[in-house]
């Protein structure tokens, strides 16, 4: 069986935001992929719509034998079970799971993109993910999350916890 190396980014501004986040970690590891690394929690501000609470944002890698839809349904599944109702874009949540990276794959469907799209635009995803993955290589953009990390504009806080 294949294991593929797959980067998360997991956030939460709803409710008791590190409870989320840490049953999120947990059950990724019991039922999406073996975690290999984690970043630590860093506390940012929205991002798409301001008038809601800061979030709470985390990167893992997982490695799954799972193919990209499957995880993608796992994932979703994992985020209902912590009480996530709302799929409206940039909206309040109690757990929000994407997909950054799956090995190099580039995958563009209505449902799944990968890699994720905005993701080099954004600073709550960039600073975990440099934490545990700063020579990674985007293979759309040939630079590595550290490199991206430097040219981002994002002026939103990101505070490390």
Avoid at 23 to 52: C, L
Avoid at 123 to 144: G, S
Wanted: hydrophobic residues 40%; neutral net charge.
């Amino acid at each position: 069986m294949e294991l593929n190396l797959v980067y998360l980014l997991l956030g939460s501004n709803i409710g008791d935001r590190f409870a989320h986040m840490q049953n999120g970690i947990r059950k990724i590891d019991a039922q999406a992929g073996m975690i290999q690394k984690q970043s630590s929690f860093y506390e940012t501000e929205p991002w798409g719509v301001i008038n809601q609470a800061n979030y709470l944002n985390a990167a893992v890698l997982i490695k799954t034998p799972y193919t990209p839809a499957e995880l993608f349904h796992r994932l979703k599944s994992i985020e209902a079970d912590e009480g996530r109702t709302d799929q409206t874009k940039y909206a309040s949540r109690t757990l929000d799971i994407d997909i950054l990276f799956y090995n190099n794959l580039i995958l563009r469907t209505p449902q799944l993109k990968i890699p994720h799209p905005k993701l080099s635009s954004r600073r709550f995803v960039l600073d975990p993910l440099n934490e545990i993955a700063p020579a990674f290589m985007h293979p759309e953009f040939n630079k590595t999350i550290s490199q991206l990390l430097m040219e981002c504009t994002d002026d939103k806080k990101v505070n490390l916890l």
